[in-house]
């Protein structure tokens, strides 16, 4: 058994199609992350549908929205997840972004990078490594619009796999 299920809810009007995942994890009712997924599904799908009532000006295609999950590591100790969005109300294209969830499923609480980390020399190591990764393959990342950075102690855009760990940059 994989310790969670999904579920594809679908929604097709005139004005507009939704295709989401919702993902429901089998831990204890009061674990947070099952009503953080809840809740944030039901905020997206209310600012989709209200954001194409105000858009009359249609685009290239229906509005649609579709939401994926990817899981990467679950267990006992650990849940990581990536939620991928995309939305597309008007004009040329959508858009895409991607949250990522690292659950401490023993102590109930959201995993930020700097809690991997003994001491603050993660980020220096990081950051001269992604320098590194971009320097030596210039074609690869030639479109970047700047050096990709980690800044703060809140870091939340990265998930773990059972071998690596993954850092990621929103697009634009």
């Known amino acids: 058994?994989?310790?969670?299920?999904?579920?594809?809810?679908k929604t097709v009007t005139k004005d507009y199609q939704i295709n989401a995942q919702k993902i429901t994890f089998d831990i204890a009712e009061d674990k947070s992350i099952n009503?953080?997924?809840?809740?944030?599904?039901?905020?997206?799908?209310e600012d989709f549908i209200a954001?194409?009532?105000?858009?009359?000006?249609?685009?290239?295609e229906i509005p649609n929205m579709q939401i994926t999950h990817k899981v990467y590591t679950k267990n006992d100790m650990l849940i990581s997840t990536v939620c991928e969005k995309y939305i597309y109300i008007?004009?040329?294209?959508?858009?895409?972004?991607?949250?990522?969830?690292?659950?401490d499923v023993k102590n109930n609480r959201y995993l930020k990078l700097c809690d991997l980390f003994y001491d603050n020399e993660y980020r220096k190591i990081i950051n001269n490594e992604m320098a590194r990764m971009a320097t030596e393959d210039e074609e690869k990342y030639h479109d970047l619009w700047e050096k990709p950075e980690i800044k703060s102690d809140d870091f939340e855009n990265f998930y773990l796999t059972d071998k690596n760990l993954v850092i990621y940059f929103q697009p634009y």
């Open 1 to 9: 058994k994989s310790g969670y299920s999904i579920e594809d809810l």
């Open 35 to 45: 009503k953080d997924i809840d809740a944030d599904l039901k905020i997206l799908t």
């Open 51 to 60: 954001r194409v009532a105000d858009n009359k000006i249609t685009g290239y």
């Open 90 to 103: 008007t004009g040329v294209h959508g858009q895409s972004w991607w949250k990522a969830r690292n659950f």
